[in-house]
């Protein structure tokens, strides 16, 4: 149980383009989903968190224009990363917690963003 | 502030030897712990979990670990390694609010 997908999982773009990435919890309901961030050979970096039907919280630092989230589900999240440019390319991974009651977070298989 | 040091940022052992992967926490509240691998390439999966109900927590795939409060300490063990154990562990900590803090990570090889 508490499988969390991604997708897609690997995905190159154009600079200037928009790229949408969906989180999705397939045998629970998310109460809360997060999106990280990962540089490579680094640890995870905490963009936003998402509480379902409400807006994002945002990390300091990170442009809440640029980095469009959605949670409009109980088992969707979504990431779109607008107006990509190169030195957006990275890995992003979700994660989603099952309730209030916990603190463990499942996470996604990660997305892989290429911007040229 | 809360904080996780993960004390080697790579460890290397032999296949079928013993694993030791360290975790030191600084938290100012009863913190959860969590030890999670990432393969390559791959998103993170959850190993064990510390939630104050016993401090030798069991895990998956053979992997355990022991909270001592007087060492501030979490690592990770395993008593013998397999090829496939190779991966980065993160060592995390939620020290009471919903955001996890975690550790730099921990590459483990493992050799033939």
């Known amino acids: 149980g508490a499988v969390v997908s991604q997708h897609p999982s690997w995905v190159i773009c154009k600079s200037g383009t928009s790229v949408k990435i969906e989180c999705r919890s397939l045998?629970?309901?998310?109460?809360?989903m997060f999106w990280y961030r990962q540089f490579p050979k680094q640890s995870l970096m905490l963009m936003a968190t998402?509480?379902?039907?409400?807006?994002?919280?945002?990390e300091q630092g990170v442009e809440k224009d640029k980095f469009l989230i959605n949670h409009a589900s109980l088992t969707l999240s979504t990431l779109t990363v607008t107006s990509a440019h190169p030195e957006d390319s990275s890995f992003y991974i979700c994660?989603?917690?099952?309730?209030?009651?916990?603190?463990?977070?499942?996470f996604g298989p990660g997305t892989r963003l290429t911007v040229l | 502030a809360q904080s996780v040091t993960q004390l080697d940022s790579h460890v290397s052992v032999s296949e079928g030897t013993p694993v030791l992967l360290r975790c030191n926490y600084s938290?100012?509240?009863?913190?959860?712990l969590f030890w999670y691998v990432q393969h390559p390439n791959k998103g993170l999966q959850l190993l064990l979990k510390y939630t104050s109900a016993a401090t030798l927590v069991k895990g998956i795939n053979g992997f355990e670990a022991e909270f001592k409060k007087s060492e501030t300490s979490f690592h990770l063990t395993k008593p013998s390694a397999h090829m496939s154990d190779a991966a980065e562990y993160f060592c995390?900590?939620?020290?009471?609010?919903?955001?996890?803090?975690f550790g730099t990570g921990t590459r483990l090889l493992v050799s033939p």
């Open positions: 045998d629970f309901q998310a109460t809360t």
């Open positions: 995390v900590v939620n020290p009471g609010f919903q955001k996890l803090v």
């Open positions: 938290s100012s509240y009863s913190p959860s």
């Open positions: 994660s989603a917690r099952t309730g209030f009651g916990t603190d463990t977070q499942y």
């Open positions: 998402s509480n379902e039907g409400s807006k994002a919280t945002y």
